[in-house]
T-cell receptor, first 117, second 111 residues
């Protein structure tokens, strides 16, 4: 079984400031890792994913994340945020063994990023 | 290319009633997954359908059931509704071993 912990429920920042949203996971098997964004009254949109290879993953809208196996972390970063980045961000894992990236996603509780002018 | 669509957008039911939610998968996708997102929580996996067969289930009681049709669209049925079933229900479609694409969700309120 896997679990995901998003360490901050809310992160307020000013526009053009850098931001880091923290994610730690627990799993007895190897995992795939994802970050999704959810804008108000919408579904989830994939920001980026780590399947294999380079541990630094670049995604859409200028976001990137780094997989750290020893610390079981997958923190999301952006060097300069915009007002339009205000949304809920979810970290998720999928079990490599049972079905790969197409199978069950286990999500964290989310981090609300609020970008203020 | 049409994305994942869900209907209805919103739904209000009373305790004990039954509800059916619908999902049309993205063109060419043969796998549909359903998730329940309670207020202030992350989505929780309900089950997945692959080529009309259930392909895994989360920790949900049997009153949550589903179907996938030959065109890969899907239904989620919930019987004997409880207050705690109030949530956003998300459908995601994918092609085997690829990214899951989510629909906008159906907001279910149980009174």
């Amino acid at each position: 079984a896997q679990s995901v912990t998003q360490l901050d429920s809310q992160v307020p920042v000013f526009e053009e400031a850098p931001v880091e949203l923290r994610c730690n996971y627990s799993s007895s098997v190897s995992v795939y890792l994802f970050w999704y964004v959810q804008y108000p009254n919408q579904g989830l949109q994939l920001l980026l994913k780590y399947l294999s290879g380079s541990t630094l993953v670049k995604g859409i809208n200028g976001f990137e994340a780094e997989f750290n196996k020893s610390q079981t972390s997958f923190h999301l970063r952006k060097p300069s945020v915009h007002i339009s980045d205000t949304a809920e961000y979810f970290c998720a894992v999928s079990d490599r063994e049972s079905g790969g990236s197409n199978y069950k996603l286990t999500f964290g509780k989310g981090t609300l990023l609020t970008v203020n002018p | 290319e049409t994305g994942v669509t869900q209907s209805p957008t919103h739904l209000i039911k009373t305790r004990g009633q039954q509800v059916t939610l619908r999902c049309s998968s993205q063109s060419g996708h043969n796998t549909v997954s359903w998730y329940q997102q309670a207020l202030g929580q992350g989505p929780q996996f309900i089950f997945q359908y692959y080529r009309e067969e259930e392909n895994g289930r989360g920790n949900f009681p049997p009153r949550f059931s589903g179907l996938q049709f030959p065109n890969y669209s899907s239904e989620l049925n919930v019987n004997a509704l409880e207050l705690d079933d109030s949530a956003l229900y998300l459908c995601a479609s994918s092609l085997a071993h690829n990214e899951q694409f989510f629909g906008p969700g159906t907001r279910l309120t149980v009174l």
